[in-house]
């Protein structure tokens, strides 16, 4: 079946504990993206990346890394993470975006993020 | 650069009833549309998109959106509510062949009435 995976579905953690959310897609798309929805603001886009080691900022980067090491992997990792950071988070990936193509997105099924 | 306004957060509508959700965008080239459902405890899943090829666009689960380029508009539509329907939605644009992400709206959830 095709889909995103992330990993965890839940997670609880303390200020400054470094963790990191896992996203692993089985579609062999080009195009991955974060995103974390708050109430009220939408989906904002954290970081994206257009291929294996092409990864860059999206609207809300501040707090936040990734990396693309391989096609089917995007893991989003928070080195310190604060309490503004708790949000639901939504790892995507598309046959394209941009010059790429324009197809649609596939959504894993997201991550609760609660930093105390 | 591109941007899309969807019109009510919330938006009630009782079951049989038609529902009708806004949104309107901005794009300096003729755009790339989508809706996007989200179901409780769930991701986004396309509903349907727009790509030219035709300015009523048919996507899953009875919905519709018709493309009105005079007035910037790809409202999604709906015959008969249906208590599953409830859910939140989002409008979406991207501009094709420009290196432009997809740009979401706020969202509208959708509340239907018994």
């Known amino acids: 079946e095709a889909q995103v995976t992330q990993n965890p579905r839940y997670l609880i953690t303390v200020t400054g504990k470094k963790l990191t959310v896992t996203c692993s897609q089985n579609m062999n798309h080009e195009y991955m993206s974060w995103y974390r929805q708050d109430p009220g603001l939408g989906l904002r886009q954290i970081y994206y990346?257009?291929?294996?080691?092409?990864?860059d900022k999206g609207d809300v980067p501040e707090g936040y890394k990734v990396s693309r090491k391989e096609k089917r992997n995007f893991p989003l990792i928070l080195e310190s993470p604060s309490p503004n950071q708790t949000s639901l988070y939504f790892c995507?990936?598309?046959?394209?975006?941009?010059?790429?193509?324009?197809?649609?997105?596939?959504f894993g099924n997201g991550t609760r993020l609660t930093v105390t | 650069a591109q941007s899309v306004t969807q019109l009510g957060s919330h938006v009630s509508v009782s079951e049989g009833a038609l529902v009708l959700l806004r949104c309107n965008y901005s794009?300096?080239?003729?755009?790339?549309l989508f809706w996007y459902v989200q179901y409780p405890n769930q991701g986004l899943q396309l509903l349907l998109k727009?790509?030219?090829?035709?300015?009523l666009v048919k996507g899953i689960n009875g919905f519709e959106a018709e493309f009105k380029k005079s007035e910037t508009s790809f409202h999604l539509t709906k015959p008969s509510a249906h208590m599953s329907d409830a859910a939140e939605y989002f409008c979406a644009v991207s501009e094709p062949e420009r290196d432009d992400k997809i740009i979401f709206g706020k969202g509208t959830r959708l509340h239907i009435l018994p």
């Open positions: 727009y790509t030219s090829a035709a300015t």
């Open positions: 794009s300096s080239v003729p755009p790339y």
């Open positions: 995507a990936s598309s046959l394209g975006q941009g010059w790429l193509g324009n197809s649609p997105l596939h």
């Open positions: 990346s257009m291929n294996v080691e092409v990864t």
